[in-house]
């Protein structure tokens, strides 16, 4: 007699790594009481893993120390020093990027358009 045993397994789902081209763009950074813009681009830094950031002194008051660089990442966006260091990882959520700091600040990132951001 021939029996058949199906082991039961789970294929890991993975998520897609999205290109830069396809985040790059105007955003807005908000906490809940100021708004900053940023600009995500498809310009690599010399670090290598990390693409150029544009943003003011907006910015780097929001994040509480400058932001260079981000990197797309199979579920979110992390923003990043000049050196590829990780400030802040932002979820995809709905419609909106939410970042949850270790200072119990909430962080919210849209998208609002594909226009530069004048630095």
Same mark, same amino acid.
């Given at each position: 007699? @021939?029996?058949? =045993? /199906?082991?039961?397994?789970?294929?890991?789902?993975?998520?897609?790594?999205? %290109?830069?081209? %396809?985040?790059?763009?105007?955003?807005?950074?908000?906490?809940?009481?100021?708004?900053?813009?940023?600009?995500?681009?498809?310009?690599?830094?010399?670090?290598?893993?990390?693409?150029?950031?544009?943003?003011?002194?907006?910015?780097?008051? /929001?994040?509480?120390?400058?932001?260079?660089?981000?990197?797309?990442?199979?579920?979110?966006?992390?923003?990043?020093?000049?050196?590829?260091?990780? /400030?802040? =990882? @932002?979820?995809? %959520?709905? %419609?909106?990027?939410?970042?949850?700091?270790?200072?119990?600040?909430?962080?919210?990132?849209? @998208?609002?358009?594909?226009?530069?951001?004048?630095?």
């Amino acid at each position: 007699m @021939f029996s058949l =045993f /199906l082991i039961g397994g789970c294929m890991a789902s993975s998520l897609r790594l999205p %290109e830069p081209a %396809e985040l790059k763009g105007l955003w807005q950074l908000s906490d809940g009481n100021q708004v900053c813009s940023i600009e995500l681009t498809d310009t690599r830094l010399p670090e290598g893993s990390i693409w150029a950031l544009k943003g003011d002194s907006c910015l780097t008051e /929001l994040m509480r120390n400058p932001v260079k660089g981000w990197r797309p990442t199979p579920d979110g966006i992390t923003l990043t020093d000049d050196d590829g260091n990780s /400030l802040a =990882f @932002f979820g995809h %959520e709905s %419609e909106q990027w939410v970042a949850y700091l270790v200072d119990g600040r909430e962080l919210v990132m849209t @998208f609002s358009g594909t226009h530069s951001v004048t630095k």
